[in-house]
């Protein structure tokens, strides 16, 4: 069971953060070669859309395995790296909250021009791709 649970706990980080990193390092920079300003909004806005119904899944799942995980090993939550990993955690949903259903819709619904708005909303989501990435290097660390 343990493995099981480990297994939906990887394969759902791994869905999240390979779309977030894909949507950066991929679908944004080629984006920006695309000439017509409506579609590249467009072609970011539609991606975003559809990465925040699998993304949303995926955390669904990395938090429904992560309280399983938990609840089997208790002792977990004396371990600092654990600790500050919760905290991690609750940061980058709020995050993702914040930019999947509030600061992105928002900004995909000003005028292609409006760059500085885009701006600010690219960098919570690279900040944010900057914590998942630590929350699974200590992850990591827990099993040994």
């Given at each position: 069971m343990d493995l099981f649970l480990r297994w939906l706990h990887v394969t759902a980080v791994v869905t999240w953060l390979g779309g977030m990193l894909f949507v950066a390092l991929v679908l944004v920079p080629v984006t920006r070669r695309v000439g017509d300003p409506r579609l590249r909004v467009d072609l970011?806005?539609?991606?975003?859309k559809r990465f925040?119904?699998?993304?949303?899944?995926?955390l669904a799942f990395l938090v429904a395995t992560g309280l399983f995980m938990l609840v089997r090993n208790p002792w977990l939550w004396r371990v600092a790296a654990f600790q500050l990993k919760i905290v991690l955690v609750i940061l980058a949903?709020?995050?993702s909250a914040l930019h999947d259903f509030i600061l992105g819709p928002r900004v995909g619904r000003l005028?292609?021009?409006a760059r500085a708005p885009r701006r600010r909303v690219s960098w919570i989501a690279r900040i944010n791709v900057l914590i998942v990435l630590t929350i699974v290097l200590l992850g990591l660390s827990l099993r040994g």
């Open positions: 970011i806005s539609q991606t975003g925040r119904a699998v993304g949303w899944i995926a949903l709020g995050l005028p292609p021009e």
